[in-house]
């Protein structure tokens, strides 16, 4: 579909209550395969490829989380979907943040997986400006193969890991890198989220501390927190049927009207 005169590559699958899931850096839509299988029953599933990742566009220069979010909310609209359920899986759960900050009223629910409210320390925003220099002198596969064994302790799914990340532009690459590092907190609004939302964390994620899930899925008014043991920053691939459980107990809670306090 093309966005601005660029191309955002997405695929859709199955009816009813819609539902983006969002992939996370640097990866691409099928990170959700088995998550899409899982539900596809159930709602209307729409899996893109953001911005720098997988079969979409690559722009010049450097975007922001803000900007990835734009693209979705683009995206809803070229489809004519004014309200939907949005799932993130690491840097994606950073683009739905930012979606559910700047659209409240385009948003049916929030999941979030793997990932974090908080921005950067200043340690981890350093991190990502060495992983740059690092790309723009020896290339993609020197920051992505590193990462394989971090997002996942699984022999065999870190070396998939390594072959999808391996496929990521430089551009993309750096221009992600940059985009995360300098997001803002978002964690003094996320009770503004009057929304159901889950938080889903893997045990051993050896990227996101599980406390990070903890303090999102208390800030928010109508959060709750799934905790999967022996998965870790990959709980879609690694425990793909509890990750889909917990995503139809929010589907279920979306579509279940909110009982008034009053």
């Not at 004014?82 to 559910?100: D, K, N, P, Q, T």
């Not at 948003?107 to 990932?115: F, M, Y």
């Not at 998939?160 to 907190?185: F, N, Y």
């Not at 709980?235 to 139809?248: G, H």
Request: proline share 5%; hydrophobic share 45%; with cysteine.
């Amino acid at each position: 579909m093309v966005l601005n005169g660029q191309e955002l590559f997405f695929e859709e699958h199955g009816q009813g209550l819609p539902v983006v899931l969002l992939h996370g850096y640097p990866l691409d839509h099928t990170i959700w395969k088995p998550v899409v299988n899982g539900l596809k029953e159930q709602a209307r599933l729409i899996v893109p490829d953001l911005r720098g990742h997988g079969a979409s566009f690559v722009p010049e220069g450097d975007w922001s989380i803000r900007d990835m979010a734009e693209d979705v909310r683009l995206l809803l609209d070229r489809l004519e979907v004014e309200r939907a359920v949005i799932v993130g899986h690491s840097m994606g759960g950073y683009v739905a943040l930012s979606f559910a900050h700047a659209y409240p009223q385009r948003l049916a629910g929030l999941g979030l997986v793997a990932s974090q409210a908080a921005a950067d320390t200043t340690e981890r925003r350093q991190a990502r400006y060495i992983q740059i220099e690092e790309a723009r002198r020896r290339g993609v596969r020197a920051v992505t193969d590193a990462m394989a064994t971090k997002l996942t302790a699984r022999p065999a799914l870190a070396e998939a890991l390594k072959l999808l990340m391996a496929k990521m532009s430089l551009q993309g690459l750096m221009a992600s890198l940059k985009a995360m590092a300098e997001r803002p907190d978002a964690t003094p609004w996320l009770g503004d989220l009057d929304v159901p939302a889950v938080v889903i964390a893997g045990l051993t994620d050896s990227i996101i501390p599980i406390e990070r899930g903890q303090t999102m899925a208390q800030l928010l008014p109508r959060g709750w927190l799934v905790q999967i043991e022996n998965a870790g920053h990959m709980p879609m691939l690694e425990a793909s049927e509890e990750v889909c459980e917990a995503l139809r107990q929010l589907l279920d809670a979306c579509r279940t009207p909110a009982v008034s306090g009053d």
